[in-house]
């Protein structure tokens, strides 16, 4: 399956949301509870079975002290 530019910047946005939760040791249940959303949630766009909303990855940024914008500026920077 060949994934168009948009596909790839949302995957390429929630992998790095996904290594940083990995790298505070936390689980999706605990960046779930931080955030205010459910734990299904986070497993479903960490495992590209659904499409995130922005709200959604800047709910998860935002309970990890991260700023989405950066992670954007990241992805954009290596696509």
């Given at each position: 399956m060949?994934?168009?530019a948009?596909?790839?910047?949302?995957?390429?946005v929630?992998?790095?949301?996904?290594?940083?939760?990995?790298?505070?040791?936390?689980?999706?249940d605990r960046?779930?509870?931080?955030a205010?959303?459910s734990r299904?949630?986070?497993?479903?766009?960490e495992?590209?079975?659904?499409?995130?909303?922005i709200v959604?990855?800047?709910?998860?940024?935002?309970a990890?002290?991260?700023h989405?914008?950066?992670?954007?500026k990241?992805?954009?920077?290596?696509?």
């Amino acid at each position: 399956m060949k994934l168009d530019a948009s596909e790839k910047f949302s995957r390429a946005v929630v992998a790095k949301l996904k290594a940083a939760r990995i790298d505070l040791g936390w689980s999706q249940d605990r960046l779930a509870k931080a955030a205010g959303v459910s734990r299904t949630g986070v497993t479903m766009i960490e495992g590209n079975r659904r499409n995130p909303t922005i709200v959604f990855c800047h709910a998860l940024a935002e309970a990890m002290g991260l700023h989405l914008s950066e992670i954007v500026k990241e992805v954009e920077q290596e696509i």
